[in-house]
């Protein structure tokens, strides 16, 4: 049942026959969290009708009456102003008062939180805990955000995992343009909950992707990324690790204080690499960092745009780095393609040899991955060719 605070019968009737669902209409403001407290239901629905100053503070107590509920907005003009307005009132979506159908997909989307929450809440302590997988590539440009949302849509839409994907790119993330996601909430919206962060809040600023993955975004401007302690994003992923099977962190290009944080707890770390000289002397680098800093996960080593004809080949990278290949994502302008047409190319070509090659590194850190998934091959012995920059990088 959604409560739908709408001043005129008319309008209000509309929009539970768009709904097609049971409903309350509600014409008094104070009553909405009342309604909420006696049907459980998380969704509430303000009107056109309702000025802008009361839809604010409704949303705002709705919220704080149970943070994984979801506020939809109808208004008469949608703006840049209204729409910032509501989500800092804490809103989930706002919609044009005539565009039902999206009204429909946004109430769908506020079930979809809901039931995570519910799901999370009944499993309990009992979970056996998510695998962390980390993704870092030590310089831009390599693919890195690309991958990590691959390897998420795979895990959850073709291996049945419970996958949540975290933008670490506090400053420039971009997980959420590249799952073409609308702009909504993001981890910005749990800054005041470092300590009290449960389930319930977690879920409520998650953005659910057609392929089953649950995405936290990264702030929407730069300057926000400041009001993100680590100690928060620790938190996140423990929080996160009691509600799915895989949590995967798309992290910055350069060691932060959130991504050391992060480490602590990461079982895989996917360290991208590509083949040329600055990739790969950053990548060297950044395993001798490893390596002083004691991780005690697993560093699987990913070339990216394996076989470009630049003079560098894997074998030359592993024995550069003296590390063992775990992945190579072969070289094709197809994954910028989809990724410039708002596409994740292993939902819309799972049979490209860059879906191949990301599913096996799937099935690789997938402890449940089904048999018939192609794993990743066993670690490549290192091939003595010649060594790049006139030696070998120590790592161990």
Known sequence: MAAILEFDASTANSISNALGSSTVHLTDASAVVESMKTTGDPLVIIGPSVEQAVAERVTTLAITTNPAAGVVWLRRRVDTTVVLDALRAGASDVIGDTDLPALVAASNRVAEKAALHAAAANQGNAHRGAVVTSIYAPKGGCGKTSIATNLATVLSGEMNQRVCLLDLDLESGDVQLLMGLPPARSVLD??????????????????????????????????????????????????????????????????????????????????????????????????????????????????????????????????????????EIPHSVDMPLATNSGRILSVSHPAHEISMAIRGYAAFISPVAQETVATVPAQQSVVRRRRLFGRRVATT
Do not use: W
Not at 212 to 228: D, K, M
Not at 238 to 267: N, Q, R, W
């Open 190 to 327: 749990l800054q005041n909950l470092t300590d009290s962060l449960d389930a319930t809040a977690l879920a409520s600023v998650m953005l659910p992707h057609s392929s089953g993955t649950y995405v936290l975004a990264a702030p929407q401007r730069p300057e926000q990324a400041a009001a993100i302690r680590p100690h928060l994003i620790s938190r996140i992923v423990g929080v996160a690790s009691k509600m799915f099977d895989h949590v995967i962190i798309d992290c910055p290009p350069y060691a932060t204080e959130h991504v050391l944080a992060v480490l602590d707890v990461t079982d895989h770390l996917g360290l991208i690499c590509t083949p040329d000289a600055a990739s790969v002397k950053n990548t060297a680098i950044s395993l001798e960092v490893l390596t002083e800093l004691n991780f005690n996960g697993s560093v699987d080593l990913i070339v990216n745009r394996a076989g470009e004809r630049v003079g560098i080949s894997g074998s030359d990278i592993s024995e550069a780095l003296d590390h063992a290949i775990t992945c």
